[in-house]
T-cell receptor
Framework: GQQLNQSPQSMFIQEGEDVSMNCTSS?????WLWYKQDPGEGPVLLIA?????ELTSNGRLTAQFGITRKDSFLNISASIPSDVGIYFC???????????????FGQGTILTVHP | GAGVSQSPSNKVTEKGKDVELRCDPI?????LYWYRQSLGQGLEFLIY????????KSGLPSDRFSAERTGGSVSTLTIQRTQQEDSAVYLC??????????FGDGTRLSIL
């Protein structure tokens, strides 16, 4: 089945630094999503990408949908303590025109920000 | 409510017992999804519903797992004869067509 490789597994950074994480897939996805999960809570959507090559920003977050449709990255600029959490990439294969379907998740990147 | 609601938030039960987990999706969302998250892992797809039918139940790990959805709204995930390896966080999500999935806070299931 499809698998997503997410890296790095963890990051320890100083407040104010920029962060970059990425996901690669063995197969094509038509939609890439990035979620953040805080302890004891469910994942919260950060950014959704729908077109190959698309670059989308949400505040200090920027994400790109790779041109090959097999990868995506997420950048966080000027990190702050509340950025701490686990970041997940997820791919959605809605080939065939289906408007629903399962998400395939990466293993997550644990981000720690030191004040 | 405004978001996906799951209950109970925590469940501790003995091995061999049956458990029922409930998900109340965002009002109007036609699709509902169940995922499982083991400690320190990503989310693993279990099943999804479009309306009351389940087009994809490929992620259910065994026939001890079943789910239903009634009235196009609330869904119940049932695990029969629980085993210790069933311990995980069970997450529910819902969505509109072509829109991203929104998650509840999950049910933390512990099998003793």
């Amino acid at each position: 089945g499809q698998q997503l490789n997410q890296s790095p597994q963890s990051m320890f950074i100083q407040e104010g630094e920029d962060v970059s994480m990425n996901c690669t897939s063995s197969s094509i996805f038509n939609t890439w999503l990035w979620y953040k999960q805080d302890p004891g809570e469910g994942p919260v959507l950060l950014i959704a990408l729908y077109k190959a090559g698309e670059l989308t920003s949400n505040g200090r977050l920027t994400a790109q949908f790779g041109i090959t449709r097999k990868d995506s990255f997420l950048n966080i600029s000027a990190s702050i303590p509340s950025d701490v959490g686990i970041y997940f990439c997820a791919g959605h294969d809605n080939a065939g025109g289906t408007s629903y379907g399962k998400l395939t998740f990466g293993q997550g990147t644990i981000l720690t920000v030191h004040p | 409510g405004a978001g996906v609601s799951q209950s109970p938030s925590n469940k501790v039960t003995e091995k061999g017992k049956d458990v029922e987990l409930r998900c109340d999706p965002i009002s109007g969302h036609t699709a509902l999804y169940w995922y499982r998250q083991s400690l320190g892992q990503g989310l693993e797809f279990l099943i999804y519903f479009q309306g009351n039918s389940a087009p994809d139940k490929s992620g259910l790990p065994s026939d001890r797992f079943s789910a239903e959805r009634t009235g196009g709204s609330v869904s119940t995930l049932t695990i029969q004869r629980t085993q210790q390896e069933d311990s995980a966080v069970y997450l529910c999500a819902s969505s509109l067509p072509w829109q991203p999935q929104h998650f509840g806070d999950g049910t933390r299931l512990s099998i003793l």
